[in-house]
């Protein structure tokens, strides 16, 4: 069994910097690639960021490429998101999540097995 567990959500305003973090433990992690999703009230999750399992990998949301960057730290069991230029409708609680692959990056949500919590980031204007 994996656990994760998000940390670093906040308010902000639109412009700033804000970095996620997901602690994993009672598993494989680093072995197997990891994304990060995120859903706003209302809405369905959507798909953010994915990171094979050597981080040599990544994959993006058009939504938030060229802002956002995804990276671990398999020596400390740590997924990372770092979201710059943050915007209104960046509002969401964050969720990691362990993938069932270690190479294959993948948007759809059924491709990962376990999942945290959730963080909330909040963008104010």
């Known amino acids: 069994q994996v656990q994760l567990v998000e940390s670093g959500g906040a308010l902000v305003q639109a412009g700033d910097s804000l970095r996620l973090s997901c602690a994993a433990s009672?598993?494989?992690?680093?072995?197997?690639?990891a994304g990060w999703f995120r859903q706003a009230p209302g809405k369905e999750r959507d798909f953010v960021a994915a990171i094979n399992w050597s981080g040599g990998s990544t994959l993006y949301a058009d939504s938030v490429k060229g802002r956002f960057t995804i990276s671990r730290d398999n020596a400390k069991n740590t997924l990372y998101l770092q979201m710059n230029s943050l915007k209104p409708e960046d509002k969401a609680v964050y969720y990691c999540?362990?993938?069932?692959?270690?190479?294959?990056?993948?948007?759809?949500?059924?491709?990962?097995?376990?999942w945290g919590q959730g963080t909330q980031v909040t963008v104010s204007s």
């Open positions: 009672g598993g494989t992690f680093g072995t197997y690639a």
């Open positions: 999540a362990k993938s069932a692959y270690r190479n294959f990056l993948q948007k759809e949500s059924r491709a990962y097995d376990y």
